[in-house]
């Protein structure tokens, strides 16, 4: 499964807007994992820096995020599909920063 959106400069910056209202406060302002309502579900959030994350494809991330995965809701009637690969987007940039 491949995004059938072209990334344009814009899809980042969409994408990190609607990490840090959606997604932050579970897996980290920066995608270690380590955000504050993480802890409180018995089950760590994923951490988009791991390899386990890193070495999966685009397809199997934006499939987990729009079906859930363990503790996480799915977010399929939430965003539109252009939503969510914007988001798969800036997961895999923050994977790769530090
Ligand atoms: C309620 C807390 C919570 C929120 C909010 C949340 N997640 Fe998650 N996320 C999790 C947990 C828990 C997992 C599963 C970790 C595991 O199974 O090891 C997960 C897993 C994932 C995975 C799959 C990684 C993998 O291979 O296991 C992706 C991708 C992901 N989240 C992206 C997102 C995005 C993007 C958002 C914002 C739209 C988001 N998550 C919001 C808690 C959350």
């Known amino acids: 499964m491949k995004s059938p959106y072209h990334e344009e ?3 980042l910056a969409q994408g ?5 209202l959606y997604c932050a406060s579970c897996h980290g302002d920066t995608g270690y994992g380590d955000g504050a309502a993480g802890g409180a579900l018995g089950q760590k ?3 988009f820096h791991d390899t386990l994350v890193t070495k999966q494809s685009n ?3 934006f499939w987990k995020l729009s079906n859930g995965k363990g503790n996480m809701p799915p977010f399929q009637d939430v965003f ?3 939503q ?3 988001l798969i987007a800036y997961v ?3 994977g790769k920063t530090d």
């Not at 990190?16 to 840090?20: A, I, Q, R, V």
Request: proline letters at 9%; hydrophobic letters at 40%; charged letters at 20%.
């Open 9 to 11: 400069p814009l899809t």
């Open 16 to 20: 990190e807007d609607l990490f840090s």
């Open 45 to 47: 959030p994923a951490n």
């Open 59 to 61: 397809g199997a991330l």
């Open 80 to 82: 539109t599909a252009e």
């Open 84 to 86: 969510r690969w914007q």
């Open 92 to 94: 895999r940039q923050l």
